[in-house]
Each structure stands twice: as C-alpha cells, then as structure tokens.
C-alpha cells in the first residue's frame, strides 16, 4: 500500500503564500514564515516591548493559520522543552500507527523504569499493569503523566522520535532522554523551540500531519488538555483551545491552537530561567491575551482585504470542531476520546 509522505505544507499552502506575497511585500519561501502585515505588524511590535521585560528567558512564536503570517520573538532558540516534548512523541505513535506497526488498542506494560513520580499516578500502579495505546496518549497529553509518556517512548523507540522530528526539518527538537523528572538533567535532554512547536501544531491544524484522521485524532486529544491556568486563562470561557503545558522546575510552557470565533491560530510561549513560577504565569497570560486581541483585529482587516477564512487540508469550509450548541452529538471521534474507561483520574502532585 503507498502511503502520503508526511509534510508541514500542501500545494495549497504554497498558493496561498504566493496570493499572500502579491498583496504584501514581505513574504518568505516555502517552509518559512511569512512576516506579519496590517495589525499583526503592531502585534510585532507588542510581542517584542513585552518580551523585553519578560522574568527570564523566553521565546514566543505566533500564526495566523488563514494567511500564515507569523509574529515572536526569539522563536528559534533551542529552551527545555518540559512536557511539550510529549507533542512529538503522540506524533510518532500516530506515525507507526499509519505504518500499521501498532493501532489505539496495542497494550503496553509498565516495567520499573518507566516510572516517574513527576506527575500522574500510573507510575504507583504495579509492575506489569496493562494499558492500551489509547489510554496512554489521552494519559499523557491530557493528563501530564509522565510515566505514560515513557511507556509510549519505550514502544515507539526514542531514536525514531528524533529521527522523525529531523525529517521534518525541526532541528531544536530533541528527546535525549527518558523523562525523569526528579534529576536536573532533564533541563538538557529535552529541548525544542517556538518555532518547531509552531509548525508542529500547524500541521495538526491542517490535517497534514501523517494524514487527515491522524491529524484529527490528536486535535481531539489536545482538545481534552485538563492543565488550563496558563493560555486558556485570560481568554473568554467559550474559547476553546488544543494545547499542550509544560512545567519543569524554573520552566513553564503552553503551545497550542486557539480557536477564536472560527479564526484560528497557533502560538507557543516558552520561558525559562524564572525567579518564580508566578511571574511565568502572568508573563504567559500577557502574552496569550495580547495575542488574542490583537488577532481578532486581524481577522478584521483581513475580512476587509478579501483573504479567506482558515480552511483545513480535508474541509470545503473552515474547520470548526466544536459543535454548535451544547445539545449538538459529539463526532465519534469526540466520543472516543471521552469515553469514561480512556479519563482515569489522576493524583496530581504539582502544577504541569
């Protein structure tokens, strides 16, 4: 069987870029970003005086989906990655899934190294305690839990993770490592970039990550994140957000796909180095509301310029994954997701 190479951008994304470039001087070649126009050149601006002032180091990136202009700052700086690393590892299970190497119900064993008290209460379950392939992802992304994660990096193997993060040309992402969450090292072992969670969540976005189910799948799986204190906070309860947290000691994270009014984007703030957590938070509230006010005035303008909306690989329309009103019936893949046997709850032990 042959099956679609897997790819950040479609034909179709090129088309756009170049109607984009025709309108405003400033555009970048395939792969690259294309720099911001109209109100997101004030975002620019914005994202820069803020980040200046900002408690540690950071890096932010941003993207509008329907023309993929971009704004940040210090995007492409390799920072600890903390628990967004568990983006890629979802994306290579779901790549060996599409090779038909493993499906959602592969059940895995806990083994004694896969432990880590860091997050999550599987790492108390006993030794050789079973878990599907599905179970663990909605564990790990949803949930945090750490030794979840390294149970789906023991199966998928942690070369073939990095391996597929080299192949699509996203060099600040790495796993150098299991997650061992009590050791500093982990600070060095597991790294990424705005810029690579950016074009990562993208690709989600646009059902062109491994193919339109895959990519779908894990929206929906982003969808259920349960960490909401950080993105989602400064933004209206009807938002609704796919994202991933990190937290790691001096380190906190949140990258993801914001869904505002039918207008997506993507963005991914990323600091470090902070006196305390406190001061990330409210550095990454600032940020993500910044970002939503000033993308809703892009929306705005670009609507006044004649640039359509956001549209998915796999839509005649735009994408809009939340259903209607509160009585409308889940798609099954919604269902799937959040059935009562896949949410386990969970001991937390710390915020992620």
Known sequence: MTRKPMTLRRHARYLLAAFVAALFPASAGAFEPIAPAG?????????????LHAPGRVGI???????????????????PAASTIKIPVMIEVFKQMEADQLDLSTIVHLENRDRDWGWGDLADAPPGVGKSIKQLLWLMIT???????????RKVGRTHINQ???????????????????TDTIRYAL???????????????????????????????????THNGLLPS??????KIAHKTGSLHDTLNDVGIVYQAGEPYVIAVMTTQLPDLDRGRAFIHKVSRLAYDELGRFATWREDQGIAAFSAAGDAAPYDPWPPAASAIPAPDVQM???????????YRRDD
């Open 61 to 79: 990136a941003v993207e509008d989906l329907a023309t993929g202009m971009t704004s940040g700052f210090n995007d492409t700086e390799s920072l």
């Open 234 to 239: 400064p933004l209206p309860k009807s938002v």
């Open 39 to 51: 109100p997101l050149e004030d975002l620019q601006i914005r994202l820069s005086t803020v980040a």
């Open 191 to 225: 790294r990424t970039s705005p810029h690579d969670m950016l074009m990562l969540l993208d690709a989600i976005a646009r059902d062109e990550m491994i193919d339109q189910w895959s990519s779908r799948e894990m929206l929906t799986i982003l969808e259920g994140q």
């Open 164 to 182: 597929t993060m080299d192949a699509l040309g996203l060099n600040q992402t790495h796993l150098g490592d299991y997650i061992r969450s009590e």
């Open 143 to 153: 949930r945090s839990d750490n030794t979840a994660t390294n149970m789906l990096i």
């Open 337 to 347: 997701w959040s059935a009562p046997a896949v949410k386990e709850s969970t001991d």
